[in-house]
């Protein structure tokens, strides 16, 4: 079933209500929403500085062709999350502009589902948007609070303070890997790599992938105490690298600190694991640095939420991004 | 040549200076700006209620393919803008997110050229973005301030308001109608229409498409009497039905009152540029409604911009949108 545009935003998207009424634009004040959907523009009602990013999905770029709807609708608002916890700052509003090439009912509907999941679970109201026909793709702008004014950025960091991350790295790209494995046996008749790994394990790879976690309250918390911070959206290195080039230091990792999930090491070798983690992205953990002095305060502030913190190393003097292992300075492992 | 993400943004988007100190995030302060490009997300200080708004722009969709760069960042622009405008807000801080086939330093120059035209002329500072590998699309988001709190729904509408528009209708249309002509001309020897149309309308009619003037001081000026408002991108009947729907009410069109310009009756005769007025969407121009008792109120917001205002109906008892010509029901004339 192909659908028009304000048909399609009053049945999936405005959830305020159906028919003239949710056109009336009653105001969500509990949200901050003085009109919502359904005017020429959303007005909200900010109570401090706001903190606004955006974020493009494309087919074929950023997910493959095929992409269940409701990944892709969680993942598209994930990667917005994300950005605002590297900022140490509070959600509130999103606005959704798409292109797809056909107006699929069921397809809208479970996109739908995927995006509220997350968005309720962070209390994000979806305020406005557009949608038009094109090739498939999903763009997410969305604005959040700077909680007391504070917020985190690249540029804080300095020498000699403590590089951290949260959660384990490297699972999201393992799951790439997994996923595109898999791809490669529906086309055998004897699957060669189904048999060595855990099924738990493999799941628990490609979930990461698919439903990444931004760790929004734990940027938040770390508002107070971190000095700079960045998401891992394209690889330890290279974000921590953007880190450094904007608090204009460098850092050494010490690579056997570098967290890695049991699931991880359960599929990969412990070389390929550190690849994986070092490079890959999609994970959406944060990297922060942080005072020694404050090395406690971290761990408070992250306690509430359950989520591992761990030092992986510090900001240097310039040079840029360099790796350690047992005290010596190595170059970064490579995918296998 | 082809160049990566953050050269592009750095040489062509990033206008606060070069090399590390722009990643650095220095405020921009008189602008509102707490930290601009460069970072996980932007941060931006509002000092009142914020008017919200996205609006995508897809190649074979809302543009041909091998449209001018300038003219195409400067429509971006200008599609968000008209929707503030309608809202009777003030635009301050626009995000940029696009999806390229390919990363032409010549093209892209030309495209932040025609932008940033238009940003500089209404103040609006560019303050993040999303660019990826893609089909061409451009998705603008824009936000601005509620001056007073103040702003124009479409819902605001009463039975017995005067209907109002901006400028004149119907060029844009007429100027796609004319470069459709042009482009089936280049195929035949002896072109049938150049002679018949004088150059200078024409040509005006095509500049009404490729760059048209969102009536942003319009629509601030406006919001102190307006009862509601839109912009005219789907074309007026269709807009001010959006209009009547969301205030619950009808409305009559005087057709013989619908502002056509010089360049317009120039080219076509009266029947055909009525059609175009009423079906044809892109000229930017704002429909709104006002109380009969705020006449000489309108005509007072409007002096200062020199953009005349004409009164092209009222707003009825429900019954959608009605054409009269001289007191009679008539059909909506229809593009010949």
């Known amino acids: 079933m192909s659908l028009g545009e304000f048909e399609i935003i009053r ?13 009336r634009a009653e105001p969500d ?8 959907i359904g005017d020429d523009a ?17 087919e074929g770029v950023h997910f493959l062709a095929g992409m269940a709807a409701d990944a892709l609708g969680y993942r598209a608002l994930a990667v917005s999350l994300s950005d605002l916890a590297a900022m140490g700052a509070a959600p509130r509003w999103a606005l959704l502009a798409m292109s797809v090439e ?12 995927g995006f509220f999941e997350l968005a309720d679970r962070h209390g994000v109201a979806l305020i406005g948007g557009d949608l038009t026909r094109g090739p498939l793709t999903v763009t997410v702008q969305l604005i959040g609070t700077a909680r007391g004014g504070r917020f985190l950025t690249r540029a804080g960091g300095r020498v000699g303070d403590d590089v951290y991350v949260t959660g384990s790295l490297g699972d999201a790209a393992a799951g790439i890997e997994l996923l595109s494995r898999r791809a490669a046996e529906d086309h055998t008749e004897d699957p060669p790599f189904r048999a060595r790994e855990a099924d738990w394990a493999r799941a628990a790879l490609e979930a990461r992938l698919l439903r990444p976690t931004p760790r929004v309250a734990e940027g938040l918390a770390l ?10 959206s394209d690889g330890l290195l290279a974000d921590l690298g953007h880190l450094c080039e904007a608090s204009a230091c460098g850092a ?64 240097t003097q310039g040079g840029g991004v360099v790796c350690m292992r047992d005290g010596h300075g190595v170059a970064p492992p490579r995918r296998v």
């Open 11 to 23: 049945r999936y998207f405005d959830r305020r209500g159906t028919g003239a009424a949710a056109w």
């Open 29 to 36: 004040a509990e949200r901050g929403v003085l009109l919502g």
């Open 42 to 58: 959303a007005v909200i009602d900010p109570d401090g500085p706001l903190v606004v990013t955006t974020d493009m999905l494309v």
């Open 102 to 113: 056909q107006a699929e009912a069921r397809w809208l509907e479970r996109f739908a589902a």
């Open 223 to 232: 508002a107070e105490v971190a000095s700079a911070a960045i998401d891992v």
């Open 252 to 315: 050494v990792v010490e690579l056997e600190k570098v967290p890695l999930s049991r699931a991880l090491l359960e599929v990969f070798s412990r070389d390929a694991a550190q690849a994986y983690a070092l490079g890959g992205g999609d994970d959406y953990e944060l990297c922060f640095s942080a005072s020694p002095a404050d090395a406690e305060r971290v761990r408070e502030a992250v306690r509430d939420s359950r989520t591992e913190v761990h030092r992986i190393g510090r900001l």
